[in-house]
């Protein structure tokens, strides 16, 4: 089911059973579904896959990324090529985010994961919280704190 503006790029594929509202963009080349939720305010790059059961919303996705079923993105943005397997978790929160040493408080944020990050199966990764590019991380891994880039979490 679609409501309100939703563009879908060509070729991308949208399985039974999932619900999209707009306003949402959706690049060329996705797999998303089925039974997926995708709420407004978000932006999908090409040659995404979404899998089954998973909710994504006010976030940004950027080109090839793969995110595992059953999971929850809320109020997050993904670097180019970040891969999840099942049950990820990155809700949003009024959180504090330390950039440069310095905290601002934000009324409403998720994570910001740089590009070529890879996380296993049933990891959290609590709002505000920044990790870096070419990180990766272990099954069942809870992130509380910002990661450098190529950090190794396990």
């Avoid at 963009?25 to 089954?52: H, K, M, Q, R, Y």
């Avoid at 109020?75 to 990820?88: E, I, N, P, R």
């Avoid at 009324?107 to 990766?136: L, N, Q, R």
């Amino acid at each position: 089911m679609l409501s309100g503006p939703v563009g879908i790029g060509e070729e991308t594929v949208i399985h039974a059973g999932t619900t999209i509202y707009g306003p949402v963009l959706i690049g060329d080349g996705c797999e998303i579904g089925p039974n997926v939720t995708i709420f407004p305010s978000t932006s999908i790059g090409n040659s995404v896959a979404i899998e089954p059961y998973t909710v994504v919303k006010n976030s940004i996705l950027m080109s090839n990324c793969s995110i595992g079923a059953h999971s929850y993105i809320s109020h997050s943005v993904l670097g180019y090529g970040v891969k999840t397997q099942s049950h990820f978790m990155a809700p949003g929160a009024e959180a504090y985010v330390n950039i440069a040493d310095e905290f601002f408080k934000v009324p409403h944020i998720g994570s910001i994961v740089g590009e070529d990050t890879s996380f296993g199966t049933a990891v959290a990764v609590e709002p505000g919280t920044i990790v870096g590019a070419g990180c990766k991380v272990s099954s069942g891994s809870k992130i509380t704190r910002n990661l450098p880039n190529r950090a190794l979490v396990s």
